[in-house]
């Protein structure tokens, strides 16, 4: 499977197919092991799970990188919605129930 190369770049090439080769068949023996354990159903969720994994994290973690740019070392949207529930248990505390006649 592994053939000689000439460049840098071949080599680069061969060991990107070695770990395509070796992720493909994890995934693959992963899924029929849960197959056999649990049933099939768990073995087809996990392997989409883990396939469409990549694209999840992109779309969650694509502002990151300019974030630290900025010099953001924490979400600054972590505390806001801490901060909107404690407001709205101010505001129903103040409210005034009605009364049992």
Do not use: N
């Not at 197919?17 to 197959?35: E, P, Y």
Request: with cysteine; proline share 5%; charged share 25%.
């Amino acid at each position: 499977m592994i053939r000689p190369w000439e460049s840098a770049l071949g080599f680069v090439h061969q060991i990107g197919m070695c770990w395509l080769f070796i992720g493909i068949t994890g995934v693959i023996l992963r899924s029929i092991q849960l197959f056999f354990i649990r049933d099939l159903q768990t073995g087809l969720v996990w392997a989409i799970k883990i396939l469409t994994d990549p694209f999840h994290d992109i779309k969650l973690y694509h502002k990151a990188p300019l974030a630290l740019l900025r010099g953001e070392l924490i979400d600054p949207g972590i505390g806001r919605e801490v901060a909107e529930w404690e407001e709205e248990d101010e505001e129903a505390e103040h409210e005034e129930l009605p009364r049992m006649t």
